[in-house]
């Protein structure tokens, strides 16, 4: 009899004890990604990034079409790098052994290698370093000012009996008349099929949450009033668990977006979300996943459960919003870029698949236009007692999508800019997230490029702070001109590949494609600042403060950025980095009713500035890429 079983092979890491399920036709990076072990892919496994490096150490495998030897692979993991740049964090895929020239191919792209039976996989370091930088910013005991949406009434009622037979709903209502407090006219259903059960385990004395005139919940006296708040980034999602009762936060926790499996950018989410309705269904679900992730641990972390938590606010950009709504992307993945929505939203938890309490609602942030959403109107609240003082004043929140506001003359201009993820270390040969052994800093010793690891492990990669300092320092070392092309003379200039690329560390390599992604991102920022203020008819110089937001920029380094271009050359003092301002924002938005509404009207009165349909966007931007940063740039 032959065998109907379909072809599938099992995928060994030995480094996590992990053994997944590859089937046919899928590359090592997507059967790993989908079954939760994480390698680094900037580009979501379309085979541009060159990030995505694993080594097949045993088992049959092919590479590009090509069919692998790897049972051979026996590698020295510690060579020069000089003699032979195949190594963890190198970037460099499918390089050759020098010494030992029968092994070909062992750092190999994960998205572009197939296995053709059991395979033992390695990942390469920087996949696996643990991410010790938080993306939500410190805890500093903070206490919210409150004004929460929600009304807690503790009560106590008698029990029903024969001649007081009244229903538990009404029995509920006249206890709150009794004390003189406002009644409810409207009971969530979801509270009202726990509510029975409910009041007799707690003997009829319980908190009643209230949400205007609907009773959503009904809890034990002693059980905290929860709220969650969520800054749902394109790389990181951060969350925040407030107490309602003293506006003191709880917990935080920042893990990465899953929906980076289909890649980093957000043009890759919508492009593979237009597909079709299953595709845009697994990037809602994978933004779910990953909030209903943080509530349960932020929850778990204060001895609650996330079906406690009773309130959330959830900020993000126009895509992110979108894509977690289930809202069409299509027309705001192409020009004009139109959301499909702007005003914020109260939608229930259940509605939008979050395992919340019952009758728990989600406020969605409202967006500017474009790709300018809610996390960035959430900077900007956060960030207002910054710029309302003064009579200029521009606000940047880089990331993947960086989103830039100036303020002047009483009008607040907004644009976003696709920057993409080189300045956070992704679309980087040697890029990784801040975790151990990631190089955060680069300066100048005695000529020569010297590097600071976090945590002072060995060299694996580089994170974005990295990026940003080592572009810096490779410009005043002469390594590179103002044009971004590597010299052939420095001492630090190696060949891989054929190509030049400057070692920063053993194993770790900054290559001419690495130097022309951040040009890009780099241009992208440099042209957004520019145009805006064109628009406003005002001169770099006359910006009096400028806030840097974003969890990465609270890392940058700001001689570096101006050394770049990616900052103008203004004093230094005029310059404010505040962190994960969004967070903030969303923060005080799940405290207070009236930062919810300071926060529309700021949403309202944003203008947005669509920057790629303007006639001489292109002529700024080319313009924006070298590294003569400051020179004049006029309309």
Known sequence: MSSNRPLAHTLHFAQLERELTAVAGESVYHSARRQGVRIVGACGGRGTCGSCMVKVVHGAAEYQGQDLDADAADVVEHADPADCADMPGSGQEGATDTRHPRLRRKWLRACQTHVRGDCQIEIAARSLAPVVRAEFGAD?????PLDPALRDVQITLPEPSLIDPLSDVDRLARGLAAQGLPDFNRVDLGCARTLSRKLREQRWSVSLRLRGDELIDVAPVEQPLLGLAVDLGTT??????????SGKRLASLGLENPQSTWGADLISRINHAIRDDAAAEELRQAALTAIDALAHDLARAVGAQGSQIVDAVICGNTAMHHLLLGLPVRQLGRAPFVAAQCAAQDVRARDLGLHLSPGASVHLVGNVGGFVGGDHVAALLATEDQWETVDSALVMDIGTNTE?????GGCILSASCPSGPALEGGHIGCGMRAAEGAI?????RDGRLAVCTIGNKPAVGLCGSGVLDAVAAMLKAGITDTRGRIAADH????Q????????LAPGVFFTQADIRAVQL?????RTGTRMLLREAELAEPLIERFVIAGAFGAYIDIGSG???????????ERFVQVGNAAGLGVRRMLASGTARARATRLARECRYIELSTRSDFQKTFVRSIGFDAQRAIHP
């Open 491 to 494: 001492p630090d200039v190696r």
């Open 236 to 245: 990181n999602v951060a969350g925040f668990l407030i107490d309602l009762r």
């Open 404 to 408: 830039i506001s100036l303020i002047h």
């Open 562 to 572: 101006v050394a770049t271009g990616l900052f103008p050359d203004l004093p230094r």
């Open 140 to 144: 500093d005991g903070e206490t919210l």
């Open 521 to 525: 991102a780099k241009a992208a920022i």
């Open 496 to 503: 891989v590949n054929g190509q030049r690329a400057v070692q």
């Open 440 to 444: 955060e800093r680069v300066t100048l």
